[in-house]
């Protein structure tokens, strides 16, 4: 098998050598990999954004949880990048808007533990609901 290179020893080489030759430029930033803070809203994040707002909308329909399974998941997005995600809620109950948030904080780690398991990555992504008035 050929080799790419002569073989040549650094030794043999001169000042003169070294005349002609362009110095390796350095890398850019990799680009089409997705998820960085640079492209937040790429193809793969918006899969994830998809993954996460189905499931949240299962586990809340089967939640023990009266005040969270009146809850409509509308939308799902990166808020900075797909390590941190905004879930839009939608709660139905006027009376129920009030103690929604302390229900949310309670049921936060079960939440992400579900989206954890239905998502692979490597890190569950961060979940930061708000929460809305369901329009008539």
Do not use: I, W
């Amino acid at each position: 098998m050929g080799r790419h290179f002569p073989h040549r020893r650094l030794a043999e080489l001169g000042p003169a050598d070294a005349v002609g030759r362009e110095q390796p430029r350095a890398r850019g930033p990799r680009r089409g990999r997705g998820g960085s803070a640079a492209e937040p809203s790429g193809r793969k994040a918006m899969q994830l954004c998809h993954q996460v707002a189905v499931t949240l909308s299962e586990v809340l329909a089967e939640c023990g949880d009266p005040v969270l399974q009146g809850l409509r998941v509308l939308n799902v997005e990166p808020s900075p990048d797909a390590s941190r995600l905004a879930v839009a809620l939608a709660c139905d109950d006027d009376e129920a808007l009030s103690r929604v948030e302390d229900h949310l904080a309670r049921a936060s780690g079960h939440l992400r533990g579900e989206v954890a398991q239905a998502v692979t990555r490597k890190r569950a992504p961060v979940l930061v609901y708000r929460v809305a008035q369901a329009e008539v």
